[in-house]
């Protein structure tokens, strides 16, 4: 009788044991900056219609205005091992030459439970067994985003007196779906010269300001067939 209780408690102590491993929870790994999307929702094999416009030329109207756009371009998105590239459409590129529109520089993330001693662990981690290719994830590094499509801007800034310090994506204005992708990409310049450069910049240095700051919609959408 004795053993029989002994049994019964043991099995018992087993299962609730096993009823509490079942129940934890998986730690899941918190992006606290919000920088990280899916790469299926870029790479996709569609062709998308892309444009730049300036939605804000900050407080002294060194250059730009609210409202300039960009020429609109047709591409498609495409990762290489450390990029995000938006590259033109083949009928925009010479013959077997891809024409790179804007690129980002990126890091290729994906999370899973590791797995030690036959057990699988609660707490998600980077996963660094598997290759770039095989994530399904990225995290952009907005520090070196460049805004290449000024070029086709209705002004042109003057790099000799302004060179760019830094940039960053504008918290809370990415947006991606099937049918759209926006952001807002905030860049600050600053006055490299005074010499020579004092009549184009007469109305930074009226307010004493030698920094410049704008933001650039990005906004994609996919190519309609007509």
Known sequence: MLNWKKTNLIALTTLTV???????EVEQKIDLDGNRYAKASFENGTPWLGRV???????NSA????????????????????K?????????????????INEWSIQHSDYF???????????????DTIGWKDKKF????????????AATFPFEVDEQCWSRKGSRVVDGSMEVDNDHINFIVEVDYQISQLQGCAGNLSAVLHHDEQTHTMRYMYSFMPERPS
């Open 18 to 24: 096993l009823a509490c491993a079942r129940k934890r």
């Open 53 to 59: 416009m300036i939605v804000n030329s900050g407080t």
């Open 63 to 82: 250059f730009g205005f609210v409202g300039a756009q960009s020429d609109v371009k047709i591409g498609s998105f495409q990762f290489t091992q450390d």
């Open 84 to 100: 995000l590239q938006f590259v033109a459409d083949t009928g925009l590129s010479k013959s077997g030459e891809t024409r790179v």
């Open 113 to 127: 439970q590791k797995v030690s001693g036959g057990r699988t662990s609660n707490v998600e981690t980077e996963n």
């Open 138 to 149: 990225f995290k952009v590094d907005w520090n070196n985003a460049s805004i290449s499509e």
